[in-house]
């Protein structure tokens, strides 16, 4: 199976400040991966699917980029409503694997 | 809008079969792959595996000898059941709709997640 690492594990930011997060898979998964967003008690979200494209409805300072093996999914201005743990998937073979995530605070 | 609902019971006894129902409304259940994922407290997300309207399923090898997912056209459903559970199974269950065509993989919409404990 394909194996996904997340870095960092959590992060805190302030509002308004870019935060970056990072994907790895163990092989290369071309652009086969999606981003999803999960609040405390609630279903996981799709915001990015194929590493770059976003899904309808979601704001626009989400964005994602990287193919192969690396990626990032980059939120340009955080706000108080992107406290989450956002985690990715690979989506290029079965089983699809998670990264572990990665919890995002507010400073 | 299409909507995902699990049910089933939240608690299951050591060594019995966990069975769960994903119920879709606001839409068919035709085309795409309809996934189950689960969550253990506190941890990450598992891919159990999918089935594919027409009935053709995939599923993780790490439960495969105990899972089973099948589907109800007629009612708009598909279900899950997982043999022998163990604490081990205890989580958090979603159901979840993915599309798998050329420049779009994802799973786009959810069910809320049904918690199952594991107890005698």
């Known amino acids: 199976a394909i194996q996904m690492t997340q870095s960092p594990s959590s992060l805190s930011a302030s509002v308004g400040d870019r935060v970056i997060i990072t994907c790895r898979a163990s092989q290369d998964i071309r652009n086969d991966l999606g981003w999803y967003q999960q609040k405390p008690g609630k279903a996981p979200k799709l915001l990015i699917y194929?590493?770059?494209s976003l899904q309808s409805g979601v704001p626009s300072r989400f964005s994602g980029s990287g193919s192969g093996t690396d990626f990032a999914l980059t939120i340009s201005s955080l706000q108080p409503e992107d406290i989450a743990t956002y985690f990715c998937l690979q989506d290029y073979n079965y089983p699809l694997t998670f990264g572990p995530g990665t919890k995002v605070e507010i400073k | 809008q299409v909507q995902l609902q699990e049910s089933g019971p939240g608690l299951v006894k050591p060594s019995e079969t966990l069975s769960l129902t994903c119920t879709v409304s606001g839409g068919s259940i035709s085309s795409y792959y309809w996934t189950w994922i689960r969550q253990p407290p506190g941890k990450g997300l598992e891919w159990i595996g999918y089935?594919?309207?027409?009935?053709?399923?995939n599923y993780n090898p790490s439960l495969k000898s105990r899972v089973t997912i099948s589907v109800d056209t007629s009612k708009n459903q598909f279900s899950l059941k997982l043999s022998s559970v163990t604490a081990a199974d205890a989580a958090v269950y979603y159901c979840?709709?993915?599309?798998?065509?050329?420049?779009?993989?994802?799973?786009?919409?959810w069910g809320q997640g049904t918690t199952v404990t594991v107890s005698s």
């Open positions: 089935i594919y309207y027409s009935g053709s399923t």
């Open positions: 979840a709709r993915r599309v798998a065509v050329r420049g779009y993989y994802g799973m786009d919409v």
């Open positions: 194929v590493a770059s």
